[in-house]
């Protein structure tokens, strides 16, 4: 049995999702692997690996210790996606992205959601054969399509008409995440409704927080912004949707899209080069809000267009199914381990020749 300590504070801040990919590997762990794998939460004993979720300055402490084992960083942003989602003055700015870099740089693997990240830290010094890509997922026992009945029973709860056609979307409300844009939209499509579900999760510094709040509290009356809401009941608004818009400038690998795939429903991104690959595949991507109203306006009007986007989004699940990422962090894990153990037994060595 490999012992591994997560070191994560990701639940302390709601409605944003680095928490949502902690949670997601930590039950399929306890699911796939309850034998294969020790796992302690937050917990500074002795460890064959340490995996860091999160940087808190006294996990950053702790890798000095040598009870941490092989050290392994999970990197969900870098400091220009910081700089982007949150206002800060200029000298904390600073020394923020100096910290974020020092921490992944104590770290002796890390993990990246996307593959364009390496280049990225490579930039930064970090050599990209300490990185791994390894792709978030969602379990499809908590994200799913429901029956036609269901969805029009959620439709009638949520005060949407049977044939509305809806625009739904879901993040942090800042700025990077396009909010201003799909504000826009709805204000230039008064017959689509359009729904937000999430909120400020760092409150006031957040990018934008002045004029985003003012648009949040008087929405157009098709724009409807549900605040931070459980994760378990946003199955129910991904399923009242006929098309998902995450219009973001800067993501990793958004764990709404994978949400949005896994209960069949079409996805629309902005076109960015982080996608490639990953996510352009499976979804519409549209340049900017022009290219986004036209894709929209003709979906409304040509509802069966979507059809293909749906049974993109099935083959998008199934290439990032929970069943296969299991298996892929088993590797990785059981590769980790193996090279914490040689690593002791040359230090070992080293200690008695001396």
Do not use: C
């Amino acid at each position: 049995m490999i012992d591994i300590n997560m070191f994560s504070s990701a639940d302390k801040v709601a409605g944003q999702g680095v928490g949502a990919v902690y949670d997601e590997l930590m039950a399929l762990l306890q699911k796939y692997f309850p034998t294969e794998f020790d796992i302690k939460v937050n917990k500074f004993t002795k460890s064959t690996l340490s995996h860091y979720h999160t940087i808190d300055p006294n996990f950053f402490v702790s890798t000095w210790s040598s009870k941490r084992g092989r050290k392994i960083g999970y990197v969900h942003f870098l400091p220009d996606t910081l700089d982007s989602s949150l206002s800060l003055p200029g000298v904390a700015r600073v020394s923020l992205d100096k910290y974020v870099i020092a921490f992944y740089k104590r770290m002796d693997q890390l993990v990246v959601v996307n593959p364009n990240f390496i280049p990225r830290l490579a930039k930064y010094g970090i050599d990209p054969e300490r990185v791994t890509y390894i792709p978030n997922f969602v379990s499809t026992a908590t994200f799913h399509p429901e029956t036609t009945e269901r969805k029009q029973e959620l439709r009638a709860k949520f005060g949407l008409g049977a044939n509305d056609f809806v625009v739904f979307g879901a993040g942090q409300v800042q700025e990077r995440k396009g909010v201003d844009d799909f504000i826009a939209l709805a204000k230039r499509n008064p017959d689509v409704q359009f729904v937000w579900a999430g909120g400020f999760s760092f409150g006031i510094i957040t990018n934008g927080y002045n004029h985003l709040k003012q648009e949040v509290e008087n929405p157009p009356a098709n724009l409807h912004f549900t605040d931070i809401i459980p994760r378990d009941t946003m199955i129910d608004y991904y399923n009242v949707a006929d098309l998902f818009l995450l219009p973001s400038y800067e993501e990793l690998f958004p764990m709404s899209v994978l949400e949005a795939f896994a209960t069949d429903t079409p996805v629309m991104v902005r076109k960015l080069d982080l996608y490639d690959k990953i996510i352009e595949p499976y979804a519409v991507e549209a340049a900017d809000i022009d290219e986004m109203e036209a894709r929209i306006r003709e979906f409304h009007k040509q509802p069966q267009l979507l059809e293909r986007y749906v049974q993109l989004s099935k083959d998008a699940t199934a290439e990032y199914s929970e069943e296969h990422l299991a298996h892929v962090w088993e590797a990785f894990y059981k590769e980790q381990a193996a090279i914490a153990v040689a690593n002791q037994k040359k230090r070992s060595t080293a200690r008695t020749k001396a």
